[in-house]
């Protein structure tokens, strides 16, 4: 016996995913249902060998469906999720809206799986913020070895976290600088993308951060451990696809980089490649279409007692959004609904 599974949002970038991995990972579906905006009803997308039409999620009725995979904007899941959670279908989802609130889990399965048991104070289970995933991964089985005390971590995430208009923005700007008198001006983002890096995600906060840097201070805390102190530097670069991170570690207890290299290879959902020659480390293309988050460049920080450095890449689509939010489910069904 199977789950009835409803995937909201499945004609953009994240739901998409969200269809082709549930299908790649056998997840046992006995009945989905794509659902879109009335402007998309219709829309035929991909799950496995089988097409499905979108849905409309206005009038939508998630009465004895399982679980409802969201992939929205904060404003249609602040409307649509507590209507799904109240028929008994458990949301999992992947906008900012209930990432903070006390009652609902924020999960990586990797690092806090427990967690999972608290989705029944609302029926909702937050996804995390696409740079926090893919490096709490990573944080985890560091810091219950050595104890993390602090961590400074600057982004270098894809234009596809900005969804499909980043993604046309960057191939538009590109093509334009090669056609006199079709150059691409700014859109989505602040300034040119192509050829060019924007120290800017979200919005400004009154502290000078911006709203992303702050999302991986908050949720690293509620995630892995309130007493780590986290200070991020979030930027846009002109990559399609793949989130990289460049993490300064400063532990409480010593930890050489041979350990944390070993530790880092037996634990769940890494890969390891470091090898100190050209070629020897991995980069977003390299990443792109994979499950795993990539560790590279392990080092010691001579400047401080107790520090790492590390490199860390992931598939900002899958790890950073549609594979977690999966693998939410796959946590849920195991201990909790039982099906399959």
């Avoid at 004895?64 to 929205?72: N, Y």
Wanted: one cysteine or more; proline letters at 5%; glycine letters at 8%.
């Amino acid at each position: 016996m199977g789950y009835r599974i409803v995937v909201v949002g499945a004609t953009g970038n994240v739901g998409r995913e969200m269809l082709n991995i549930l299908a790649e990972r056998q997840f046992p579906v006995d009945e989905i249902a794509a659902l879109a905006s009335r402007k998309s009803l219709g829309t035929e997308v991909s799950f496995g060998e089988r097409t499905l039409k979108t849905q409309d999620l206005d009038t939508f009725d998630f009465t004895g469906w399982d679980i409802a995979l969201f992939a929205v904007g904060s404003e249609a899941t602040k409307t649509y999720a507590p209507r799904a959670a109240a028929t008994g279908c458990v949301v999992i989802d992947n906008s900012s809206l209930y990432r903070y609130d006390p009652d609902v889990p924020l999960i990586v399965p990797e690092v806090n799986p427990d967690a999972v048991m608290g989705y029944d104070k609302k029926n909702i289970i937050a996804n995390p913020n696409c740079s926090t995933a893919q490096m709490v991964v990573a944080l985890k089985p560091l810091h219950d070895r050595a104890r993390i005390k602090r961590v400074v971590v600057s982004t270098y995430q894809s234009v596809s976290g900005a969804g499909k208009e980043g993604m046309d923005e960057l191939w538009n700007q590109t093509k334009g600088m090669y056609v006199p008198g079709q150059e691409v001006e700014p859109s989505k983002f602040t300034k040119q993308i192509a050829f060019n890096v924007i120290p800017h995600i979200d919005v400004f906060m009154d502290s000078g951060e911006t709203k992303e840097e702050w999302k991986m201070v908050a949720e690293t805390k509620k995630i892995v451990d309130p007493k780590i102190k986290l200070t991020a530097t979030c930027v846009r670069v002109p990559v399609f696809v793949g989130h990289s991170e460049a993490i300064n570690i400063e532990f409480e207890d010593p930890l050489d980089e041979d350990e944390a290299r070993d530790i880092l290879r037996e634990s769940p959902g890494i890969l390891v490649v470091d090898k100190r020659e050209d070629g020897g480390y991995t980069t977003p293309v390299e990443c792109v279409g994979d499950y795993a988050t990539y560790i590279s460049r392990i080092r010691q920080d001579s400047t401080i007692d107790n520090g790492l450095n590390l490199w860390c890449v992931s598939d900002n689509l899958r790890k950073g959004a549609a594979l977690n939010a999966v693998q939410i489910a796959e946590l849920l069904g195991r201990r909790v609904l039982k099906k399959g």
